[in-house]
């Protein structure tokens, strides 16, 4: 049985001099990534797995009332935007918590392990380093992005999805924290 496992460096923080040399060399990663995208219309990418069923749920342990009611909310804007359904706080393979990963430059991460491409188990998290501060709002729009990595999509090249490599910048610049077009079709054509 071959098992790909994926750490992806979720969120990046591009607004400020936070950013670090490891980040800096991962977005020009995607960006040779982005370029692969054959079809103009769409900036999403995929990152190639996806949950057998449509319908799916995640395993809850976030640490406090903000990150608890950003991520439901965060949840449920794919499932009600998207094919994707269900998307309830009730066990799951997808396990979501935040956590302190310190000074990194990241305010998320999400990992994911796919064999042919069916998503066997997902990581997806916040960085209690820069994120604690956050509104619940702000919250919302970095899980809604690592969500999306552990739904199946990679970054968009469109500095609006929430899929664009800096989800704080999407929020901060355009007050978003539900997906966007790009990351509507993005996910429906996973599922
Ligand atoms: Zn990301």
Redesign the pocket.
Known sequence: MIKNRNM????QRTSNNRKSKTGFLAVLGLTAITLLVPDAANAYTTTGCRWSSNSVTWSNGTTNYSYDLSAKNAAASWASATQVNNMASSGGKMKVYDYNTGANGYDGY?WWTCNLGNLTSAAVTLNKYYTDRMPTTKKQAIWV??FG?GLGLN?SQYSSAI?W?CPACVFNNYGYRTPRWDDINGMNAIY
């Open positions: 992806h460096p979720g969120s999400a992005h690592e990595h970054h899929m490599n």
